[in-house]
């Protein structure tokens, strides 16, 4: 909504069961003078990472900014993982970006910006994620290292790591208890988890080169109070 709001037209891609949430964000983003392009489909799967690339393009013959946010988590210790979660995690997580951002690399020109999502638990681990703290460990390192080589070509490519996050995600998880929901985020130092308004500018400011263009390679925490580097 806030790319929206700053001018900018917004493809968003979601899962097919998504479908109403996903009209409801493009009338959001039409109430702002803007268009949106909806893109069903599961990021878990390469051909359609092109796909989404392609088909944005298509709908607006540019592409500025990539932000890649899907997230998959089995909420196990390492003993209850078989490969089957270890491979769902590491594709929505970490090869999507790739992927995505090897596609979009045909399209972008000087002054565009990548944006991934980290996480609070790829600098300090989380109890039973360990796959999913592993993959955001990744994101971390590949954030860095392609930032480094896309310096010379004028493309800015960085990470918003969050602390805990409230969304409507927190109640449906099947991993936590009802109390367990209610107390989400209560041990982070400001004793409560973020709502998604206050991560939502960070993403704005890291594709801004009016505000963040000397910043490239940086996982830029959004923790609640929490001071560990990384």
Not at 85 to 98: G, H, K, P, V
Not at 211 to 216: F, G, N, R, V
Request: charged share 25%; glycine share 8%.
């Amino acid at each position: 909504m806030l790319y929206a709001r700053e001018g900018a037209d917004v493809a968003i891609v979601y899962l097919p069961e998504e479908q109403s949430d996903a009209e409801a964000t493009r009338r959001a983003v039409e109430e702002c003078g803007q268009r949106c392009e909806l893109i069903p489909g599961d990021l878990a799967d390469p051909e359609f990472c092109d796909d989404v690339i392609e088909r944005t393009m298509q709908a607006f013959g540019r592409l500025d900014i990539l932000v890649s946010n899907a997230a998959q988590q089995s909420r196990k210790d390492l003993t209850q993982l078989d490969d089957a979660d270890l491979q769902r995690t590491f594709e929505t997580n970490i090869f999507a970006y790739m992927r995505l951002a090897r596609a979009a690399l045909r399209h972008m020109k000087r002054g565009a910006a990548i944006i991934a999502t980290s996480s609070q638990t790829a600098i300090q681990g989380s109890h039973k994620l360990p796959d999913y703290s592993a993959t955001k460990g990744a994101i971390n390192a590949f954030t860095k290292s392609l930032a480094i080589d896309l310096i010379d070509r004028g493309i800015r490519v960085n990470a918003v790591a969050p602390g805990p996050v409230w969304t409507p995600l927190n109640p449906s998880d099947t991993g936590l208890t009802a109390e367990k929901a209610g107390k989400f985020g209560s041990d982070s130092p400001m004793k409560r988890p973020a709502q998604p308004e206050e991560l939502a500018p960070a993403y704005v400011f890291l594709a801004s080169n009016a505000d963040s263009s000397y910043i490239t390679g940086t996982v830029l925490q959004v923790m609640g109070g929490e001071t560990t580097g990384g």
